[in-house]
């Protein structure tokens, strides 16, 4: 079984509406990233989350982190098809910083 | 002028044959990692690096190898290609302030 699990694995929402995906570790979370990625391409940096109950923003992209819950949230408010991709969560679950162990990503669309 | 660069970007080749993908970055950061995306099975990582004469295996290395000719250089090998190792290949850099990866744009690699 995957040591992060993000869900939904795929969504469909109609431009203007508000989304969330939740990304869960089976471990302790000492940081966790959100990417996002355009189909076949790179991976770009959104967010990084280091403290329970941190949040921040970028835009119309918010995430918070519940420490307890050893999970992340990413919230998108006011959806807009620029915001089309996949998301990925990548965790520091070893508290070494040296490396990332990534979800399986959540797909994205957004219709008109 | 992208910080992470990946050459080839595409790269079709027969079973048998030697691969290298290659990767630069200009980010000046000491670790650096690849990375193989699998539909489904999101990012898993073959090797990283955290300075120029220290290598490590990560949880798929088998059948591959890497090279880190230079701090800004960090090569991956295909030694004798097989089909299942067909994927999206990702290299990576870190900061090493905040562990955030940035990532290059991938190399799609196919195997006959």
């Known amino acids: 079984s995957q040591e992060l699990e993000q869900s939904p694995q795929s969504l469909i929402v109609q431009e203007g509406k508000n989304l969330t995906i939740n990304c869960t570790s089976s471990k302790t979370l000492y940081g966790l990233y959100w990417y996002k990625q355009k189909y076949g391409e790179g991976l770009i940096f959104l967010m990084m989350?280091?403290?329970?109950?941190e949040e921040k923003s970028h835009e119309k992209i918010t995430a918070k982190l519940d420490e307890k819950k050893q999970q992340s949230s990413l919230h998108i408010t006011a959806s807009q098809p620029s915001h089309a991709g996949i998301y990925l969560c990548g965790a520091d679950l070893a508290g070494t910083a040296s490396k990332l162990t990534f979800g399986t990503g959540t797909r994205l669309q957004v219709t008109l | 002028d992208a910080d992470v660069t990946q050459t080839p970007r595409n790269r079709i080749t027969k079973t048998g044959k030697r691969i290298m993908l290659e990767c630069s970055q200009t980010k000046g950061h000491d670790r650096m990692y690849w990375y193989r995306q699998d539909p489904g099975l999101g990012l898993r990582l073959i090797y990283y690096s955290f300075d120029v004469k220290d290598i490590n295996k990560g949880e798929i290395s088998d059948g591959y190898s890497v090279s880190r000719q230079a701090q800004a250089k960090f090569s991956l090998s295909l030694e004798s290609a097989i089909p299942n190792q067909t994927a999206l290949y990702f290299c990576?850099?870190?900061?090493?302030?905040?562990?955030?990866?940035?990532f290059g744009p991938g190399t799609r690699l196919t195997v006959l």
């Open positions: 990576a850099t870190s900061d090493p302030f905040t562990d955030t990866q940035y």
């Open positions: 989350l280091q403290k329970g109950g």
